[in-house]
């Protein structure tokens, strides 16, 4: 157990909708990192927050779209829905925000959009 | 952009042997990191080994131990006296130290076998 929390587990939409997906980091760390992995792409990163601003942005497109609260946890919103959405999403956590403090994933969210 | 290559996308090893998964990186910046995750049947991401660019020593951990050749932009996982549990998901990671905004990037995997 990575001390790192993801809700939920599993959600099934249908296009064009919209979803919401939470994660709570370790207790004490800053900063929170979505990843998404899909089966023909692999692991992407899309974003990173540090104590509640927005950090580094990788590959995420606009339809989805992220924060962090004051209580550090954050959220992914992923609207619009397309079936290439279907993936599993993964939110991880570290200390602070450098490369060199390691980074603790969750357990992941599996999305499926029909 | 960034890019690493994981070549093999499918490895086997017998238990108790030793098994070497490759990797390749593109990059003009001097100062980065590289990793190692596993992923299991589980699904959760478990760092198993990081490198410093800076450091021209290999990491190791346990059984675990990295060849970095930093000019090649190499940095292949060796695993030693596998064990059945060492069966996953491996995937080679970069991170940038810069300007670029301390972005991650993945290879697309090795799967590993472990053969009893």
């Known amino acids: 157990d990575s001390g790192v929390t993801q809700t939920p587990k599993h959600l099934i939409t249908a296009t064009g909708q919209r979803v919401t997906l939470r994660c709570s980091p370790r207790?004490?760390?800053?900063?929170v990192y979505w990843y998404q992995q899909s089966l023909d792409q692999g692991l992407q990163f899309l974003i990173q927050?540090?104590?509640?601003?927005?950090?580094a942005k990788g590959n995420i497109l606009e339809r989805f779209s992220a924060q962090q609260f004051p209580d550090l946890h954050s959220e992914l919103n992923l609207s619009s829905l397309e079936l290439g959405d279907s993936a599993l999403y993964f939110c991880?956590?570290?200390?602070?925000?450098?490369?060199?403090?390691?980074?603790?994933f969750g357990p992941g969210t599996r999305l499926t959009v029909t | 952009a960034q890019t690493v290559t994981q070549s093999q996308p499918e490895m086997s090893v017998q238990e108790a042997e030793t098994v070497t998964l490759s990797c390749t990186y593109d990059?003009?910046?001097?100062?980065?990191?590289l990793f190692w995750y596993k992923q299991p049947p589980s699904r959760q991401m478990i760092l198993v080994i990081r490198?410093?660019?800076?450091?021209?020593q290999n990491a190791t951990e346990n059984r675990f131990s990295v060849n970095f050749q930093k000019a090649a932009k190499s940095f292949s996982l060796k695993i030693s006296d596998s064990q059945l549990g060492d069966a996953a998901m491996y995937f080679c990671?970069?991170?940038?130290?810069?300007?670029?905004?301390?972005?991650?990037?993945f290879g697309t995997g090795t799967s590993l076998t472990v053969i009893p």
């Open positions: 990671a970069y991170r940038s130290d810069g300007n670029t905004g301390n972005q991650f990037y």
């Open positions: 990059t003009s910046e001097s100062d980065y990191y």
């Open positions: 927050y540090y104590n509640g601003e927005e950090r």
């Open positions: 490198q410093e660019a800076y450091k021209q």
């Open positions: 207790s004490g760390d800053l900063s």
């Open positions: 991880a956590s570290s200390a602070f925000s450098g490369p060199s403090y390691e980074q603790y």
